[in-house]
């Protein structure tokens, strides 16, 4: 069992940044951060995926990737996720997650974790 622990959420104005950590028990090779609006779906926001050594690729949310970046350190177990300039439309509960795979099919991600609450201020 994978364990997934998110911190760095809070209350931030618009056009200010946050930085979400995820520290995991082991990262697995897909590491994803996935958030959701009351309301709305759960919605993918961006991975992160090993790709032998030191190489990592990254995808994003074709709506967000001008604004968020992904991070991964295997060596630290950790997967962070830079907001910049956040908008009210950017609340949500954020949620890290892992897949044994690449993850392309959210069902793919076997293990998540409690999440973290942004909240924007306008």
């Known amino acids: 069992q994978v364990q997934l622990v998110e911190s760095g959420g809070g209350l931030v104005q618009a056009g200010g940044s946050l930085r979400l950590s995820c520290v995991a028990s082991?990262?697995?090779?897909?590491m994803g951060w996935f958030r959701q609006a009351p309301g709305k779906e759960r919605e993918f926001v961006a991975s992160?995926?090993?790709?032998?050594?030191?190489?990592?690729?990254?995808d994003y949310a074709d709506s967000l990737k001008d604004r968020f970046t992904i991070f991964r350190d295997n060596a630290k177990n950790t997967v962070a996720l830079q907001m910049n300039s956040l908008m009210p439309e950017d609340a949500a509960v954020y949620y890290c997650?892992?897949?044994?795979?690449?993850?392309?099919?959210?069902?793919?991600?076997?293990?998540w974790g409690q999440g973290t609450k942004v909240t924007v201020s306008s």
């Open positions: 992160t995926r090993w790709r032998g050594g030191s190489t990592y690729s990254a």
């Open positions: 997650a892992a897949a044994p795979n690449d993850g392309y099919d959210t069902a793919s991600y076997l293990y």
């Open positions: 082991a990262l697995m090779y897909t």
